[in-house]
């Protein structure tokens, strides 16, 4: 292995370079680009920068690599194609902050003795004729490769699709970032000398790897430093280098791994298809493992030692235990996985694939939060079900995550390992839809029951505790009876966003204030301190509001808050529940008693259960006072 220190400008000479299949896409966010523009701003003329160690493997070959018509830099233009095994994240940056430094200026101007046309030759792209070639970028294979061409350095291709993931969003940050940076430099003086410093100052360490050293196993120790490789980047790695050792001929060897860039392809572009919620890698690595390989509750990390420490190994490959056939079954399937995860969290994205009914309820599930479940909705969702029994085991996922996730105060884990043996015998076709409705039906009736919920309540109101203000679930239940509002007056447009309701802290309002004006709500004065409490944080006090009311609003009287003022829209502007409030002339502690009575009812219709009578109820309610 040959080391010596370069700097760019000698570094990209004679020199092509590609990011290879198995290398992660770009990772950096703003504290690292800023500590490299804060670096560059203070290296000066005269100070030379260390920017780390710079792993190059001399492509002698193709390597199975697709060059995508850049091979006439090759063999017409005389480059030498390089690898880049470590070192690719300031690379990159160093590359996108030329393209920033050097756009907009005419091809003829100066800066360190060449036109801008030779240096965005030498460190950018080449033309000739009809093609068109980066001079640094990515293996065609790489989801970021048309990306980083077309809408980074601007180089023409027809083949890019819009296709977006998490890396190529920081690729765009960073392109962002650095375009600002750099309009905001005064004069050509100061970006020629930003420009000097960043290709003569900035020196890597250049280690270029010997034929006898194995590049897969090297990338993967080096990049135990500095910022780690997921699991998912770590795997892709690992499936890629046994796929280049399995006993198969080179045709075989070469589909399956055309197949493992394919998958991940996929993979980068379902997890990053919503660039303001991105999908967490680890999250889709577990769930796809418990429903292809089953769950085993003694598997402290299946991702790192199952996956890469056990299953996925060179000693089980050697012994014919892992075969070329088994890699492409496990990628196909966490393929099929990604883009059923996609659907799973972003089923409005979707209705037209999944249909209305089974859309709607898998964004109620979202709400929810799909707690164990996840793996089990994965594996059904994964494979085509009658659509009925689809839309059941829909519904009693809601009925299990609200009643006893939420309303029963169970443990955290109450039926997950029998529901991620249901996804992996789903998988396997051992079992079907109807049996997984069945076994959630059956855990409802086990974990939840009217006692329980009581119980749940009385503890949350034990100690001065504020009983159904916290009660997990509460403002899924009071959206949903707000929805069923709508429903019921025949109304299309809902007065509640769902993403505004779950994020806005005040969007749920007393309406006996838990602070109250003096004066203002003489109907409670007879009650004692304690059970003026109850009252204020009993179910039927607690609605949702189109607009969260401000302080001054909220304390004062029952009239005005249906009246509101100018600035802020009072009950009988608001919400529907809001509207049903506003018709009450008074509001007392038998308003809340029978709201609340409304809303228990409300929960046994909707979600399939009894709560009890009327005396019940009252008690259920913690009003057993009144």
């Given at each position: ?31 690292q ?27 002698v070959s193709?390597?199975?690599?697709e060059w ?15 690898f880049v ?39 950018l ?15 065609k ?23 977006r ?8 940050f ?12 005064k ?51 690992r ?14 060897r ?6 493992l ?18 999908l ?14 089953g769950?085993?509750?003694d598997e ?23 075969t ?15 883009r ?25 599930l ?12 994965l594996?059904?969702?994964s494979?085509?079900?009658k659509?009925?029994d ?27 390992a ?29 974990h ?22 916290d ?33 806005s ?5 007393h ?6 004006k ?9 009650f ?83 709560l ?9 309610l ?5």
């Open positions: 292995m040959s080391t010596e220190l370069q700097s760019v400008a000698e570094i990209f000479n004679n020199r092509i370079f590609r990011i290879p299949d198995y290398q992660r896409g770009y990772a950096w966010g703003e504290q680009l800023a500590d490299f523009w804060s670096d560059l701003r203070r290296v000066g003329s005269e100070r030379t920068h260390y920017c780390g160690q710079l792993t190059l493997e001399k492509v193709d390597g199975g690599l995508g018509g850049d091979e006439w830099l090759v063999k017409d233009a005389g480059f030498v194609p390089h095994v470590d070192g690719q994240q300031r690379l990159t940056t160093a590359i996108i902050l030329i393209h920033c430094l050097l756009k907009g200026l005419p091809p003829e101007e100066r800066i360190t003795g060449l036109k801008v046309s030779e240096l965005r030759e030498r460190y792209s080449r033309s000739q004729g009809v093609l068109h070639s980066c001079i640094f970028g990515y293996a294979d790489n989801p970021s490769h048309e990306f980083f061409r077309t809408q980074i350095l601007g180089v023409p291709s027809n083949d890019y699709s819009g296709v993931t998490t890396y190529t969003a920081n690729l765009a960073a392109r962002d970032y650095f375009r600002d940076r750099t309009a905001a430099v004069g050509s003086g100061d970006r020629e000398q930003l420009f000097k410093a960043l290709t003569q100052r900035f020196r890597f360490n250049i280690h270029e790897l010997n034929d006898d050293i194995d590049v897969f196993v090297a990338f993967e120790t080096m990049n135990n430093r500095g910022k780690l490789l997921s699991r998912l980047e770590l795997l892709k790695n499936l890629i280098y046994l796929s280049t050792l399995a006993k198969a001929n080179d045709s075989e070469m589909a399956v791994r055309r197949t860039n394919a998958v991940w392809r996929t993979v980068y572009e379902e997890l990053g298809r919503n660039p303001n919620r991105s967490d890698d680890d999250d889709l690595l577990r769930a796809h493992w418990i429903v292809f390989f769950y085993d509750k402290a990390d299946p991702l790192t030692q199952f996956l890469l420490n056990k299953h996925f190994t060179t000693g089980r490959l050697d012994q014919g235990e892992l070329l056939g088994n890699i492409q079954e496990y990628a196909g399937s966490l393929q099929v996985s990604a059923v995860w996609q659907q799973l969290h972003f089923p409005e994205s979707h209705a037209v694939q999944l249909g209305d009914s089974v859309s709607r309820a898998l964004i109620r979202n709400r929810l939060g799909f707690g164990p479940l996840r793996p089990l909705l594996a059904a969702l494979h085509e079900q659509n009925g689809f839309k059941a085991l829909l519904f009693q996922a809601e009925r299990f995550l609200l009643l006893v996730r939420n309303f029963a105060g169970t443990r955290a884990n109450v039926a997950e029998e529901s991620f043996r249901m996804a992996h015998d789903l998988h396997q076709g051992r079992a079907g839809i109807s049996q997984a409705v069945d076994m959630l039906r059956d855990r409802v009736t086990r939840f029951s009217p006692a329980a919920f009581s119980l749940e309540i009385s503890d949350l109101f034990g100690n001065g505790g504020k009983g159904f203000s009660i997990a679930g509460l403002k899924f239940l009071l959206f949903e009876y707000e929805e069923n509002l709508r429903r019921a007056g025949k109304a299309a447009a809902s007065k509640i966003a769902w993403d505004d309701f779950h994020g802290r005040n969007s749920i309002e309406i006996y204030p838990q602070d109250p003096p004066g203002d709500w003489p109907e409670f004065e007879a004692t301190d304690a059970q003026k409490h109850v009252l204020r944080h009993s179910l039927g006090n607690l609605v949702a509001v189109s607009v969260a009311k401000n302080a001054s609003l909220s304390r004062r009287s029952f009239n005005d808050k249906k009246r509101g003022t100018d600035q802020i829209p009072g009950y009988s502007q608001g919400s529907f529940s809001e509207l049903k409030i506003a018709q009450v002339q008074d509001w007392t502690a038998l308003e809340i008693l029978n709201r609340g009575i409304e809303l228990l009812t409300f929960i046994e219709n909707q979600w399939e259960i009894t009890g009578d009327e005396k019940f109820k009252r008690s259920l913690s009003l057993q006072f009144l």
